[in-house]
């Protein structure tokens, strides 16, 4: 018996003959685009917290770094690559400009000054010590170094280190080479005689020192001695303190119009916890620590030695400063 020959539907063969071609017109699927790594934080708190940068939603890291790729070992635009950064609080990538300021011209005191500062931002103390101590050696008569060295001491617990290094730059305020070495661009520990802002500000800072140190007669005397009717500037919180020591200005009155006001808790409330210590409130200091460690201006002073305020108390007697 014969059998028919066996035949696709016709509509199979249609689809048959038909598929190599749709499959020649059909686009390949877009790529999945892959979401951007998560950013990295700049530092983590001496209380645990991750802390971050910020976006530079003016561009200004940009504008620097395309005036730095034409002469990429230019002093000048390294370091100004580096102080776009501070801002926005980039502060690995500044560190690592001021290293390779570091590399190119070691007798310049300023990329240890700039280096050291953000060492403190991100609660690396040693290292700021380090390069501060560094600076020092190289602008002995420099105010911002000697600033920013006393606080490298401070936040580490070294309160007589800070107490000293800020009193041996106060005593340059009438110092004749002190006043020589001062100019646009280089701030001396002459500014103590000669500029209010500079002057509230770094004695208010040996005065938390002295406070520290166990000296609180010396820290009322350097109160005592700022006269009233100061025009300080941007230094206002400093002052402040200041005229809380003496006795000027209230806790209460303060802090009621921080919100309100040019200055920052973290800046103004610190002061106010450091003598709340010296009376022995130990509560209501430690309260006011604890209010200005969760201020989100992570990289101010005040709150960075509020952390190490807090770090030290939580500490087992005996245990290492952070």
């Known amino acids: 018996m014969r059998h028919a020959p ?35 934080p700049e530092a983590t708190s001496l209380l645990g917290e991750q802390l971050f940068a910020k976006e530079d939603t003016l561009g200004e890291i940009a504008k620097a770094d395309s005036a730095l790729a034409l002469a990429p070992n230019d002093v000048e635009l390294l370091i100004a690559a580096g102080r776009a950064r501070r801002n926005w609080w980039h502060y690995r990538e500044e560190m690592a400009l001021y290293t390779k300021v570091i590399g190119v011209a070691r007798g310049d005191w300023r990329p240890y000054r700039f280096r050291g500062h953000r060492y403190i931002s991100v609660r690396e103390f040693d290292n700021a010590v380090t390069d501060l101590e560094k600076a020092r050696e190289l602008a002995p ?15 580490s617990g070294r309160f007589e280190d800070a107490a000293t290094e800020w009193m041996r730059c106060i005593g340059l305020a009438n110092d004749a080479d002190a006043r020589a070495a ?11 005689g000669s500029d209010p802002g500079s002057q509230v500000a770094m004695t208010e800072w040996a005065a938390r020192a002295l406070i520290r140190s166990g000296k609180p007669a010396e820290a009322e005397a350097l109160a005592k001695a700022i006269p009233d009717g100061l025009e300080v500037g941007e230094n206002l919180s400093y002052y402040t ?19 309100d006001s040019t200055y920052r808790l973290e800046t103004v409330g610190y002061g106010i916890a450091t003598r709340f210590l010296a009376k022995g409130d130990t509560a209501a200091a430690m309260e006011l620590f604890k209010q200005i460690a969760a201020d989100p201006w992570w990289p101010g002073f005040g709150r960075i030695a509020a952390e190490a305020e807090l770090a030290r108390a ?9």
């Open 6 to 40: 066996h035949r696709l539907p016709l509509a199979a063969a249609i689809l048959a003959a038909a598929a190599p071609f749709a499959f020649a017109c059909t686009e390949p699927p877009p790529p999945v685009e892959e979401a951007p790594p998560p950013p990295q």
């Open 141 to 155: 008569f420099n105010w911002d170094v000697s600033y920013h060295l006393g606080l490298a001491y401070f936040v």
């Open 182 to 192: 001062d100019s646009d661009a280089f701030r001396s520990c002459s500014r103590n």
């Open 241 to 259: 303190d200041l005229l809380f020591a003496r006795g000027a200005k209230t806790a209460d009155e303060i802090l009621a119009q921080v919100s």
């Open 314 to 322: 939580a500490k087992p007697a005996g245990t290492p400063n952070p």
